[in-house]
């Protein structure tokens, strides 16, 4: 995990969330996205838990796919796989509808899907 040294401006350094600059984690806010919506980022580094965690969320709904992949590349290196879950309805948990979550496995690749299931790569993007 490396964090984006321009999101260092928004890193909350008081308070209940605060962290020390140029920490792997902590907490930003009011970030301007990439969408005109000011993003909040939960960071962390995965060092208690093996999976690296970033937690995103606007003010007014839920971040949409440019929202979350713009926070990715900047918490993370754009060939590294991160993944959002859809766990089964007994774990899952919904503490602010507004939040998204992307983890990172630390313990090895993440296996994936081969990229036909995604789509035709030689097509580009259609719409």
Not at 30 to 44: D, H
Request: charged share 20%; net charge negative; glycine share 10%.
């Amino acid at each position: 995990m490396q964090i984006d040294p321009h999101l260092e401006h928004y890193r909350i350094v008081t308070g209940l969330m605060a962290s020390p600059e140029g920490a792997s984690y902590g907490a930003f806010d009011a970030v301007p996205g990439p969408c005109g919506e000011k993003l909040t980022a939960g960071v962390a580094d995965g060092q208690e838990t093996g999976w690296e965690h970033v937690s995103v969320s606007t003010r007014r709904r839920i971040p949409n796919w440019i929202e979350m992949s713009w926070v990715k590349d900047r918490c993370w290196h754009e060939e590294d796989t991160v993944v959002q879950f859809h766990p089964p309805k007994s774990r899952h948990i919904n503490n602010y509808s507004t939040v998204l979550h992307m983890w990172r496995w630390l313990g090895g690749d993440t296996p994936t899907p081969p990229d036909i299931l995604v789509g035709i790569k030689e097509l580009g993007e259609l719409a």
